[in-house]
């Protein structure tokens, strides 16, 4: 007579990679797809395990799963300091402001005329979440969105040309401070250190961050750990709008 096969680990396992996937979907759906697959991949092994009744495997298989916890916050440590940045930001006690088509305008004719001279430059617009914490150094500037005001920032013998640009409330509050920089493997080797940065920001908040180019003049907008390379006027009016109308 067979004895009963204890199905109580291939159970446990498929319980934490429920929750696994749920917690996931809260940093971003691709990374969640990714993480169903491996837990999928483990309960399968656990289950042929448990039917082979094969002890040794057992053990391997419910040490892995056991510590796959450990081992996915270390993995995906950004992902999950964004996910409890944004499940930590304050709730916003009235309805998100009119962007100023003012401030939109002059950031646009900003970015057209230095992509035109090719330029470099790196402007945040801070949405809802804090940045500060993830900012360095800058010079503290408090004054009303310019074009010229822009383009004298960034112009090549400016003392604080190489840092970003800190739109919060359609003014610049902060000139020169250095971003953190991405370390994702898959990132074009064309990008240079303002890309690197635009992203490394974007993996960490919900910042719109805007490049130009010095190379190629080419304008990116990067947002939510994605980049947007050579992006049209109107898609970046749009962009910028949206990004300065649910300002923190």
Do not use: W
Request: aromatic share 4%.
């Amino acid at each position: 007579m067979s004895c009963p096969i204890d199905l109580t680990g291939i159970s446990d396992s498929i319980i934490l990679a429920a929750l696994i996937y749920l917690f996931a979907l809260l940093i971003r759906r691709d990374v969640a797809l990714r993480l169903l697959g491996v837990m999928g991949i483990l309960v399968a092994f656990s289950l042929i395990a448990r039917l082979s009744r094969f002890a040794p495997l057992i053990r391997v298989i419910d040490v892995i799963v056991l510590s796959m916890p450990v081992v996915l916050a270390i993995i995906f440590q950004n992902d999950l300091r964004r996910a409890l940045l944004m499940l930590g930001k304050r709730q916003q006690q009235a309805a998100d402001q009119p962007a100023d088509d003012g401030t939109v305008d002059e950031v646009l004719r900003a970015l057209a005329d230095m992509a035109s001279r090719q330029i470099g430059a790196l402007i945040v617009v801070v949405r809802q979440q804090p940045i500060e914490h993830l900012i360095q150094v800058g010079t503290d500037i408090d004054a009303k969105v310019t074009s010229e005001l822009l383009n004298s920032i960034f112009l090549p013998y400016s003392p604080i040309h190489d840092g970003a640009v800190i739109l919060h409330q359609s003014k610049i509050t902060r000139a020169g401070c250095l971003l953190p920089l991405s370390h994702n493997p898959d990132i074009s080797k064309s990008f240079g250190t303002r890309h690197r940065a635009a992203l490394g920001l974007s993996d960490l908040s919900d910042a719109l961050v805007l490049v130009v180019s010095e190379e190629t003049g080419k304008i990116s907008a990067v947002h939510d750990s994605k980049i947007t390379y050579d992006i049209d006027m109107t898609d970046l009016k749009k962009r910028l709008k949206k990004a300065m109308a649910h300002h923190g």
